[in-house]
């Protein structure tokens, strides 16, 4: 079983749609979550960054985390074109001290319909 | 400059040739990752430097050799690859929370798109 699953997609909606994306992790450590976005021949940057579970708001972005069932999300209102690209759900355990690389999902596509 | 810095962009090698990536952040970070990312598959960690001491080496082949002369700067040294090792490869630069463990988020670079012929 791999450490994170996300659907790869591609995931196809229309301009002003409320966009859903999840990943599904198998190790309870992880305590660390959060998105990025990834547009073409770029490098991932940043979204939303959460610690636990609970949710967070930030815009148009809500990221979701649910310990329990070791499953997160990310929900993007009013989506608009420039939203199109690939999302990358990443996470990462306390070492007690030292940096932890982080372990990420396969990313899903997202393409957003004017 | 601000943020992570990677050069150069693309690199086109020979499988016997020898190279260097080079990654600078300008953000005061005290960690810097390796990552490569591979068509269809997960961003995979390479190397963690820890205030410049290598804390992990995901079983990387030593064909690849980091190096981390200072806290802002993180070199990737590649020898004698393969034609499997085409990739995106993408430095990363995060702040260590003091006392909790762990990091706070990580900055990528915009990588170098390496193809090796």
């Known amino acids: 079983q791999k450490e994170v699953e996300q659907d790869p997609g591609p995931l196809s909606v229309p301009e002003g749609a409320i966009v859903s994306l999840n990943c599904t992790y198998s190790?309870?450590?992880?305590?660390?979550f959060m998105w990025y976005r990834q547009y073409s021949r770029k490098g991932p940057e940043l979204l939303m960054y959460?610690?636990?579970?609970g949710n967070k708001e930030d815009g148009r972005f809500t990221a979701q985390v649910d310990k329990s069932s070791k499953y997160i999300s990310l929900f993007i209102r009013d989506s608009q074109p420039s939203d199109s690209a690939t999302y990358l759900c990443?996470?990462?355990?306390?070492?007690?001290?030292?940096?932890?690389?982080?372990?990420f999902g396969k990313g899903t596509h997202l393409i957003i319909q004017p | 400059e601000t943020g992570v810095t990677q050069t150069p962009r693309h690199l086109v090698m020979g499988m016997t040739n020898k190279k260097s990536l080079k990654c600078e952040q300008h953000?005061?970070?005290?960690?810097m990752y390796w990552y490569k990312q591979s068509a269809k598959k997960p961003l995979e960690l390479m190397f963690v430097?820890?205030?410049?001491?290598?804390?992990e080496n995901n079983s990387v082949p030593s064909r690849f050799s980091p190096e981390c002369p200072n806290s802002s700067h993180l070199f990737l040294h590649l020898h004698t690859l393969q034609p499997e090792d085409s990739a995106l490869y993408l430095c990363?630069?995060?702040?260590?929370?003091?006392?909790?463990?762990?990091?706070?988020?990580?900055?990528f670079g915009p990588g170098t798109r390496l193809t090796v012929l």
């Open positions: 959460t610690y636990s579970s």
């Open positions: 990443a996470m990462s355990a306390s070492t007690g001290g030292g940096a932890d690389g982080l372990t």
């Open positions: 953000l005061g970070h005290n960690a």
């Open positions: 990363a630069s995060s702040h260590l929370l003091a006392g909790k463990g762990g990091t706070d988020t990580q900055y």
């Open positions: 190790n309870s450590a992880f305590q660390y």
């Open positions: 430097y820890n205030f410049k001491e290598q804390t």
